[in-house]
């Protein structure tokens, strides 16, 4: 069930965020430079375990049919301290998702055990009683989008375009056949009748 | 005894972060990648190959070959040398069952012997 968590102001978060680095740079007798040390500050400061899976097979939710991307990043489990990441942003098998895979990484660290993981107290009773698997206590989605939403999207967009030899073509009927039209007609209006005839009656109607 | 051990991938994972070694720092270290590394830390892969096993070991610092049990698997130099005198060497691994750890590393202290004479 959706948890509803405090509204926090950007100034807080930057503080916070501040503050971790500096308690990791003085733990560890390290000064921080770019790019920030995420793994380590993760798994060697805040002990939190890094995991890769298929997140939609762990937590049996249904991908949407729209590309190859997942709809869940990441998810963390308080209790278990412990992260997973989904493993299309596999960092060495997809070097292109590197910052994606650092900023989920910040996202549920840096983010969600420093500044949430106090709202979700350890509750016996969440334990499941079947011994079946425990869901995580935050899942992290890649958009607020629904996916009937990019669905009606992609539908219309496709609609416009045709399947030419192994290759999507986008045909643009309108406006620009309309503008075409407007053209030629005012065009033979202004020839015909003067300067007065401004009116198309195409856009304007008769 | 091998049955009833903390499972390979339970074991590396634990030792591994006792030893502060990332996730994707140890997969860099033997050539795999993370994503492989956790499955097979959660046990949802089998060990792999024994040279990665090898490479794990060496990291953690734990021993060879009692990693390769763990993996389920014998190292080849052992293999070698079984396949050489398979009846006298089936022989003698016959002989020490129901010895003590105590008692075989002995008799291997006496057999190091006899072979530097």
Wanted: glycine share 6%; hydrophobic share 40%.
């Amino acid at each position: 069930m959706p948890k509803k968590v405090p509204y926090l102001q950007e100034e807080q978060i930057e503080r916070d965020a501040a503050a971790l680095l500096a308690e990791f740079a003085q733990t560890r007798s390290v000064v921080i430079t770019p790019p920030i040390p995420i793994e380590d500050i993760v798994e060697k400061y805040l002990k939190l375990g890094i995991e890769f899976d298929d997140m939609h097979r762990l937590l049996k939710y249904p991908r949407s049919d729209l590309g190859f991307d997942p709809d869940i990043l990441g998810a963390i489990w308080f209790d278990d301290r412990r992260i997973v990441i989904d493993e299309s942003l596999d960092p060495e098998e997809n070097p292109s998702k590197e910052g994606r895979y650092r900023f989920t990484l910040a996202h549920e660290g840096g983010g969600h055990w420093r500044l949430h993981r106090h709202l979700f107290a350890k509750d016996p009773a969440q334990v499941s009683l079947f011994n079946g698997p425990v869901p995580p206590s935050v899942v992290c989605r890649s958009s607020q989008a629904k996916p009937r939403e990019k669905r009606r999207l992609l539908n219309f967009v496709l609609s416009n375009c045709s399947w030419d030899d192994g290759e999507v073509v986008a045909t643009f009927r309108q406006p620009f056949d309309l503008l075409a039209q407007t053209t030629a007609i005012s065009t033979r209006a202004a020839t015909n009748s003067g300067p007065n005839s401004a009116k198309s009656e195409i856009w304007l109607g008769n | 005894m091998v049955s009833g051990r903390e499972k390979f991938g339970a074991f590396i994972r634990r030792e591994r972060e006792a030893k502060e070694i990332g996730l994707r720092e140890m997969a860099k270290m033997i050539g795999v990648s993370p994503t492989y590394l956790s499955k097979v830390e959660r046990d949802e892969f089998p060990p792999p190959a024994e040279d990665k096993v090898k490479a794990i070991a060496k990291i953690i610092g734990c021993d060879t070959d009692d990693l390769l049990a763990r993996a389920g698997r014998v190292s080849t130099d052992i293999s070698e040398i079984i396949k050489r005198h398979p009846v006298e060497l089936a022989a003698l691994l016959r002989t020490t069952k129901g010895l003590t750890a105590d008692d075989i590393a002995r008799l291997a202290r006496r057999a190091q012997k006899v072979k530097d004479e």
